[in-house]
């Protein structure tokens, strides 16, 4: 069965402090994906990792992905109460023809980061 | 910014009521999804297709509908609303290519009274 797993699912941390936050997969991808959601709204791309060691960094928050562990951390560094929202990662999954892919999805963390 | 567009943004409406929730987007992008997700909860593929006159089902499709005669429109529509229907339903377009990240619009908060 095809599976994405996230944890933690529900994370409330302290201003200052890092954290890291863990994407594991159960087949065969190097395509994976961050995106952040606010309370009530939509979701936004954080991060597009495509090969095994990607590694992107905006602000405080850095992303890497680990094929052969088939994991990607979303790792917080100084967290700050702007960054409060839930965090969905997705691995894209190849199927017989190149276009026959499909995104599986993650459960989400919810972060709270405390002032 | 990514252009997709969905419309409306909220709907209320009464039991038994027929819908349409219409995503649109600009960009030319083959692939397009509708997920439902209640708040703060997982994205549940609802229907998605790989371009005009592609459409696949995904885990919640049996109560929908869906339509790709334009690529750049992909309506979902309830034939019979009923209150579990209440949630937030989400569409997303992506290229075609590998590595294509998906971008989603702004989202459709439907509740169904």
């Known amino acids: 069965e095809l599976k994405v797993e996230q944890n933690p699912l529900f994370l409330s941390m302290q201003e200052g402090k890092n954290y890291t936050i863990y994407c594991n997969y159960s087949?065969?991808?190097?395509?994976l994906y961050w995106y952040r959601q606010d309370p009530g709204k939509s979701l936004e791309s954080l991060f597009v990792?495509?090969?095994n060691g990607a590694v992107k960094q905006e602000g405080r928050l850095m992303a890497s992905l680990d094929t052969k562990a088939r994991l990607s951390t979303l790792h917080i560094t100084a967290a700050v109460h702007d960054l409060s929202a839930t965090y969905f990662c997705a691995v894209d999954i190849m199927g017989t023809m190149d276009s026959n892919y499909q995104l599986i999805w993650g459960a989400g963390t919810k972060l709270i980061i405390k002032p | 910014e990514a252009d997709i567009y969905q419309t409306p943004r909220y709907l209320v409406i009464g039991t038994g009521k027929k819908i349409t929730l219409e995503c649109s987007q600009t960009m030319g992008h083959d692939k397009m999804y509708w997920y439902q997700q209640d708040p703060g909860m997982e994205l549940h593929l609802i229907h998605y297709s790989y371009g005009v006159n592609s459409t696949e089902k995904g885990d919640l499709s049996s109560e929908s509908t869906v339509s790709r005669i334009r690529t750049e429109h992909f309506p979902l529509t309830l034939e019979s609303a009923r209150p579990s229907h209440t949630s937030q339903y989400l569409c997303?377009?992506?290229?075609?290519?590998?590595?294509?990240?998906?971008?989603f619009g702004q989202g459709t908060r439907l509740t169904v009274v």
């Open positions: 990792l495509l090969s």
């Open positions: 997303a377009s992506s290229a075609r290519r590998q590595g294509a990240e998906a971008f």
């Open positions: 087949t065969t991808s190097d395509r």
